[in-house]
């Protein structure tokens, strides 16, 4: 089993906390350590959905763990995706079970599918890249990083 921080405790935080539990019950693969998110942690928030809310202070190099930059918006992703590398945390890459993707198909890490999204063949995605619920990706498109 890989252990795993989710960056931002955002919405979309919570989304991939789910996505990673929907994952596990397929098949066990995650153990979540926390949730790095510092202005909930400065607020006094201890836990959220029974994971535990962590300050990037708290945080240590370990090239062992797993991280995933669970935002959408671009400024902040980046700023997260450096912060993530400074810890020489390997980038995950979460697809939901339910998902069914051609042997064509190239995702790169740090890439987060939701559930019901359609991705068609000859498909390439590059790092870093999220993909909402019930979206459909066409054949033959190429996705840029971030």
Partial sequence: MKSIIVFSGSTIGREVVKLIREINFKKRAWEILGIVDDELYKKGKKRIDDVKILSSKQIEVNKNLYAICAVGNIVLKKKILKQIESFKFKLATL?????????????NHGTIIFANAQIGHTVNIEKNVLISFANDIGHD????KN
């Fill in 141 to 144: 498109v190429k996705i840029g």
């Fill in 95 to 107: 697809i939901h079970p339910s998902i069914f993707l051609y042997e064509d198909t190239k995702i």
